[in-house]
C-alpha cells in the first residue's frame, strides 16, 4: 500500500468493467481478497485514526460492505475500539466509508444520502475504501445528489479513472493504492500519467537545432494571451519563437517586457509549430484555412476552437490533417461548442467526450480541467492527476499551449499525443506547491522545471 500522487511514473487505470473481469480472474487462484483488502484498509485506519475514539466502520450491501467487516474485526483484534453502523458514535477517531464502491449503479436512496450526511459531519477524518461512497469509478460523477468527501481513499486492486477527473480528486483526498498483490492481467483502459523525460539538447545544437513556434492570435485588446503562450514557448526551449499579432501594424514590438521574442507571419514561417488562437479574438477565423492547411504541427486553442465549432468548412479542414499532427486543448465549455452538447453533459462522462471529440476531429484532444484527458484516435487515453486548483488562473491555458508548441518544436518527430502527454503533466507539476499564481509567474516555475 503506498500514497499515489505525484505520480513517479506512468500508472494504468480500469473502468468497472475491467476492474471485474481482473477480480473474477484473480479470485481463482486467489480467494482471500477481501481479506488482504479489509486488512489494508485496517492497516492504514490504524494511522490515519485521531484521538482514542472509535473507529466508525459503515457498511453497505455489498463487497465494499465486505471489505469494511473485515478492517472492523481487524482493528477490534487490535485492541481499536470499533462501532460498525450506520449510527454516529460518541467523538469516532475515524470513519471508515465502506458504503458503496465499484458496485454502485444508481442514485443512493435518501437512507443512504442521510448516512453520508452523518459521516460528513461527525467531525472526524473519512477514509473511503476502494471509492467515496456515491462516486461512480468511471467518470469522477456523483451517481445522486451527493457523494462522501473523504480526506483519504485507499483504492483496491485496480486504480479507477473516476478518482481522477471530473469530481474525483475533490471527493477522494488523499489517494492511496493496494493492487492486493494482484497483477493486472489486461490492457489498461486509459494510462495515469508520470513525469515525461524534457527533449534533449546536444552540446553542438544551437537556435536552429531547437525548432520555431509561431503564435498566431493576440487580437486588439488581446495580446497578453498570445504573449503568454510566446513566452512559455521560449521558456520552454523552442529556439525562435514568433508572433503573429492579428490586426497590430508590423512595426509594433512582439512583446515590449521579452525581447527575444520577434514578430513574424506564416508566409515566412511555413516549418514553425503554429500555436493558434490564444487572444484570437474573431480575427483568427479568416486565418484558419491557410493555418490548417500550411502548418505541419498546429496547437489550437481558445478562439480558434470556437471558430471551428461555428464552421463546418474549417471542421472538413481540420479532419483532413495527416495523423497526429494537431493538437486542440479546449475547456469544457470549448469541447461542449465543437460537439454540440452542453457542458454539464459532457462533464458527465469526460473521457467518453474527449474520445469522441478526437474522433470526430481527427486530432489529439486535451480536455482541460480537473483530471485532464487526452485522447487520440487510434491511442489509449491518458489522465492528468498533476495541477490543481491554482492553476485557475486566466491565461495559464495560454501557457499550457505554448508550452506544447515549444516542446513539440524541439521534438518534431513526435507525434501530437506525445506532446500532449508530455505537456500537460509537466504544466501540472509545475504548480504542484500549490498556492495561487499568475500565470506569468506559471513559466517560470515551468522554466524552473526544465
Ligand atoms: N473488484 C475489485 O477491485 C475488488 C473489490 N472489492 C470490494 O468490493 C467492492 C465491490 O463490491 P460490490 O460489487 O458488491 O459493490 P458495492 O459493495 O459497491 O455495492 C453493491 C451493492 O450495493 C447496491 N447498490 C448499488 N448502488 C446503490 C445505491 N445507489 N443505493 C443503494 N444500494 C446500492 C447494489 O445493488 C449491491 O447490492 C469494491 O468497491 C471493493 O470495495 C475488494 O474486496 C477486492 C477487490
Ligand atoms: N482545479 C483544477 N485542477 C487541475 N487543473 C486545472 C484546474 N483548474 C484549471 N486547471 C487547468 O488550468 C488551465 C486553464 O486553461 P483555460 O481554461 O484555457 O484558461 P485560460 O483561457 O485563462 O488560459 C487548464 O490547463 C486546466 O486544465
Not at 481513499?153 to 474525483?168: H, S, V
Not at 497590430?248 to 521574442?261: I, N, R, V, Y
Not at 485557475?392 to 513526435?414: C, E, I, K, R, Y
Amino acid at each position: 500500500m503506498h500514497a499515489l500522487l505525484p505520480t513517479t511514473a506512468p500508472l494504468p487505470l480500469f473502468d468497472v468493467a475491467a476492474s471485474r473481469r481482473i477480480e473474477s480472474r484473480a479470485l481463482a487462484h486467489s480467494p482471500d481478497l477481501m481479506e488482504r483488502a479489509g486488512l489494508a484498509v485496517a492497516k492504514l485506519a490504524l494511522a490515519l485514526r485521531r484521538g482514542e475514539g472509535p473507529v466508525w466502520v459503515v457498511c453497505g450491501p455489498g463487497n465494499n460492505g465486505g471489505d469494511g467487516r473485515v478492517a472492523a474485526r481487524r482493528l477490534a483484534q487490535r485492541g481499536v475500539p470499533v462501532h460498525v453502523g450506520h449510527d454516529t458514535p460518541e467523538r469516532p477517531a475515524l470513519v471508515i466509508d465502506a458504503l458503496l464502491g465499484l458496485g454502485l449503479n444508481r442514485a443512493p436512496s435518501a437512507d443512504m444520502l442521510a448516512t453520508m450526511v452523518a459521516m460528513q459531519s461527525c467531525g472526524a477524518p473519512i477514509l473511503a475504501v476502494d471509492l467515496p461512497s456515491g462516486l461512480l469509478a468511471d467518470t469522477g460523477q456523483a451517481a445522486g445528489e451527493r457523494a462522501v468527501r473523504a480526506d483519504h481513499t485507499l483504492t483496491l486492486l485496480t486504480l479507477k479513472p473516476g478518482l481522477f477527473t471530473g469530481e474525483g480528486r475533490a471527493h477522494a483526498g488523499r489517494i492511496w493504492f493496494d493492487d492486493l498483490g494482484i497483477a493486472p492481467d489486461e490492457a489498461a483502459t486509459a494510462t495515469l500519467l508520470g513525469p515525461a523525460p524534457l527533449p534533449e539538447r546536444s552540446a553542438t545544437s544551437h537556435k536552429g537545432s531547437h525548432g520555431q513556434v509561431l503564435v498566431v492570435g493576440g487580437a486588439p485588446g488581446l495580446q497578453g494571451a498570445a504573449r503568454l503562450a510566446a513566452r512559455a514557448a521560449l521558456a520552454c526551449g523552442a529556439g525562435r519563437v514568433y508572433l503573429d499579432l492579428l490586426g497590430q501594424s508590423a512595426g509594433e514590438p512582439a512583446d515590449p517586457a521579452w525581447a527575444e521574442l520577434m514578430r513574424g507571419s506564416l508566409a515566412a514561417l511555413p516549418q514553425a509549430v503554429g500555436v493558434i488562437g490564444c487572444g484570437g479574438g474573431a480575427a483568427i477565423a479568416q486565418a484558419l484555412p491557410d493555418l490548417l492547411q500550411r502548418l505541419q504541427h498546429l496547437v489550437v486553442d481558445a478562439d480558434a476552437l470556437n471558430a471551428l465549432a461555428a464552421d463546418p468548412g474549417l471542421q472538413a479542414l481540420l479532419r483532413s490533417r495527416p495523423a497526429g499532427s494537431t493538437l486542440l486543448t479546449p475547456h469544457p465549455l470549448e469541447a461542449a461548442r465543437l460537439l454540440g452538447r452542453d457542458t454539464r453533459n459532457l462533464q458527465a462522462d469526460r473521457l467518453a467526450a474527449a474520445r469522441e471529440l478526437a474522433a470526430r476531429c481527427n486530432a489529439t484532444v486535451v480536455l482541460k480541467g480537473s483530471g485532464s484527458i487526452i485522447a487520440s484516435p487510434g491511442e489509449r487515453p491518458a489522465l492528468c492527476a498533476s495541477g490543481g486548483p491554482a492553476l485557475g488562473t486566466a491565461g495559464s491555458g495560454d501557457v499550457l499551449a505554448g508550452w506544447l508548441g515549444g516542446l513539440w518544436a524541439q521534438q518534431p518527430t513526435h507525434g501530437a499525443h506525445a506532446i500532449a502527454c508530455a505537456g500537460v503533466d509537466a504544466h501540472g507539476r509545475a504548480v504542484e506547491a500549490g498556492g495561487v499564481w499568475r500565470a506569468g509567474d506559471l513559466i517560470d516555475r515551468l522554466a524552473a522545471r526544465r
